[in-house]
């Protein structure tokens, strides 16, 4: 009796321990898809508040405020990732119509005129896109992303979101060679991902967007770009990219065909602790000419101080810049004059509470000015920027460095 009661006693304890241990199993298993299926949410943004001297007779001085803002959010479907997007910015508001000083720039338009020596203010809406990446393969996925507002697959990261000019409130001089097209308002993107390489293309609006900053500037997807990506490894990225605008410029119809290459090396160990370089060479090729652009940008982030560069030559537009007009009749080769600019700077961190940052930054801009520029612009002027730049708190993702439309956030990653 004893040994059968021992026995009885042993069977409903292995029973009971199998329950359990079953039960425990669909407990793991259904906390494994809640957190799968959970959404997983990542911010930046910044804003600079910026006292920006710009040199030569075309300069002057102002106190201007640039900002963005970025907000994502991801989860798991199936097998599948979903990604939404959203980008603003206050700049019509904190930088105004014409946007901030900065001699030798063209691009886009302002009461019917070419808005030269200044860059343009960024539209309320940057970014409103949806991402949907699904592996096809251990080493293979696919990306389908689009929205009313994004960027198609065409240039370098912009200069916005590269850590390599972190420390650089302007945009670059080539803005309109390189990442102009980084706000269009109407873009599909399909992707191919496998392993290192990354092959995209894209059909989108091409047309730059307008005056009028708050709203949305929609027209037909009749502009297309492919882009390649190459990653060796972690720290490195390659991109060519090649595109047709169909009508980009407002004052002056025509097509444009614009070709970048570019590689960066980011060397990330934490937000306060990075190395950055960017290095691209691009081409406009429109209205019986094309110009030429190439820049480097460097970081150097340890602790709580920061050193940043940018160095451009660019083919200017010159009598864009002399006249204040688009000419009537093109001169081809005698519009293009190689103009050089050279920016150092960095930065202090002077306070993080509650993962808040805030820094105090400057910067220094010297130019090789072409002799057929000169008389307007100065032989030898400087452009000085002192900043004070607060960011939000990051998230426990960090920061958005090297984001993209078509680059989905990763669980685990």
């Known amino acids: 009796m004893y040994r059968r009661f021992v026995a009885a006693a042993a ?6 321990s199998v329950v359990v241990s079953a039960q425990e199993h669909q ?31 075309r300069g002057g001085d102002e106190l201007k405020a640039p900002n963005w803002w970025m907000e994502m959010a991801s989860r798991r479907i199936g097998r599948g990732q979903l990604t939404l997007t959203g980008m603003f910015s206050l700049d019509p508001a904190t930088a105004g119509k014409a946007g901030y ?88 993107t399909a992707a191919v991902d496998r392993g290192p390489w990354t092959l995209e293309a894209s059909l989108f609006n091409g047309r730059e967007p307008d005056e009028h900053r708050w709203d949305f500037d929609f027209g037909r997807l009749d502009s297309v770009a492919a882009r390649v990506w190459f990653r060796p490894a ?23 065909q ?13 937000d306060d602790r990075f190395t950055a370089v960017t290095i691209g060479y691009g081409v406009n090729a429109a209205h019986d000419t094309s110009r030429q652009a190439v820049f480097a940008e460097a970081t150097r982030h340890a602790g709580a101080s920061s050193w940043s560069m940018r160095a451009e030559l660019l083919q200017v537009e010159r009598d864009v810049l002399i006249e204040d007009r688009i000419p009537v009749s093109p001169g081809g080769n005698q519009m293009r004059d ?11 961190d002077i306070l993080r509470w ?60």
């Open 234 to 256: 972690p720290a490195w990225e390659l991109q060519v990219s090649s595109g047709h605008l169909v009508d980009p410029e407002q004052l002056e119809p025509g097509n444009v």
């Open 258 to 270: 614009r070709t970048t290459a570019s590689f960066s090396w980011f060397s990330h160990i934490a």
């Open 101 to 188: 000083r900065e001699i030798f720039q063209v691009g886009e338009a302002l009461d019917g005129r070419p808005l030269i020596d200044r860059q343009h203010p960024h539209d309320l809406f940057m970014q409103l896109a949806a991402t949907w990446r699904i592996p096809v393969s251990d080493a293979t996925g696919l990306t389908i992303a689009g929205g009313p507002v994004g960027e198609p697959a065409l240039g370098p990261i912009a200069f916005m979101h590269r850590a390599s000019s972190e420390n650089v409130p302007l945009a670059t001089l080539s803005h309109h060679i390189f990442d102009s097209t980084h706000i269009a308002f109407g873009v599909v």
């Open 11 to 16: 069977t409903c304890v292995l029973a009971s």
């Open 27 to 57: 407990h793991q298993h259904a906390a494994d898809q809640d957190q799968e299926s959970a959404w997983m949410f990542m911010h930046d943004g910044v804003i600079v508040g910026l006292i920006n001297h710009q040199g030569g007779p």
């Open 354 to 413: 509650k993962d808040v940052e805030a820094s105090l930054g400057g910067n220094v801009t010297v130019y090789a000015v072409p002799s057929s520029l000169q008389p307007t612009h100065g032989e030898h002027p400087v452009s000085v920027q002192l900043f004070f730049r607060l960011r939000p708190p990051a998230g426990t993702m960090g920061r958005m460095w090297n984001m993209r439309m078509g680059k989905p956030m990763m669980h685990g990653n």
């Open 338 to 348: 190689p103009l050089g600019a050279l920016t150092v700077g960095g930065a202090r």
